[in-house]
T-cell receptor, first 110, second 111 residues
């Protein structure tokens, strides 16, 4: 079982819609959860981090964490073509190792 | 420049040669990570330093790979006797207590 699992997509949404990205993780003791955005040929850049159950909002982005279900999600409201990228879910586990999912490719169609 | 810098940006080497990459982290960050990323995959953890101490090594890191962080500042990653399967983007990241900030990476091509 992989440490972090994501649907690879591709996920396509029309401009202005909500994009929903999902991630599950295997280490129940993990405490830190991150969403990174990676444009083609570039390195990952942090969008959101969340440590507590519930929702965390930052502008058009909302991260949701459910530790009981070992599930993390990212919602992007009012999606823009510039949001088209691969979104990586990352988890810092109890051993302080950082594991990434394979990423979900998002395309926002103008 | 206060970001994480990596050198070189690109490296092409012949199979069997040794290569060394350098990472300069954000100066106040005590944690430094190396990752490898291949096309269509997320970054894979290779190794982690806290200051100068190498605390974790992935089983992905074969005996041909070695990493150092002398004096807890910059770090080097060396690959000996490169193989075609080593072709990938090698990413360095640093952090203090929170999230990792990534460098631009070194793209290695083994021919």
């Amino acid at each position: 079982q992989k440490e972090v699992e994501q649907n690879s997509g591709p996920l396509s949404v029309p401009e202005g819609a909500i994009a929903s990205l999902n991630c599950t993780y295997s280490d129940r003791g993990s405490q830190s959860f991150f969403w990174y955005r990676q444009y083609s040929g570039k390195s990952p850049e942090l969008i959101m981090f969340i440590y507590s159950n519930g929702d965390k909002e930052d502008g058009r982005f909302t991260a949701q964490l459910n530790k009981a279900s070992q599930y993390v999600s990212l919602l992007i409201r009012d999606s823009q073509p510039s949001d088209s990228a691969t979104y990586l879910c990352a988890v810092r586990n109890t051993g302080n190792q950082f594991y990434f999912g394979t990423g979900t490719s998002l395309t926002v169609i103008p | 420049d206060t970001g994480v810098s990596q050198d070189p940006r690109h490296k092409i080497t012949k199979r069997g040669q040794n290569v060394t990459f350098r990472c300069d982290p954000i100066s106040e960050h005590n944690r430094l990570y190396w990752y490898r990323q291949t096309l269509g995959q997320g970054p894979e953890f290779l190794t982690y330093f806290q200051n100068e101490a190498q605390l974790e090594k992935s089983r992905l890191l074969s005996d041909r790979f070695s990493a150092e962080r002398p004096k807890g500042s910059f770090s080097t990653l060396e690959i000996q006797r490169t193989e075609q399967g080593d072709s990938a983007m090698y990413l360095c990241a640093s952090s203090s207590t929170g999230f990792d900030t990534f460098g631009s990476g070194t793209r290695l091509t083994v021919v």
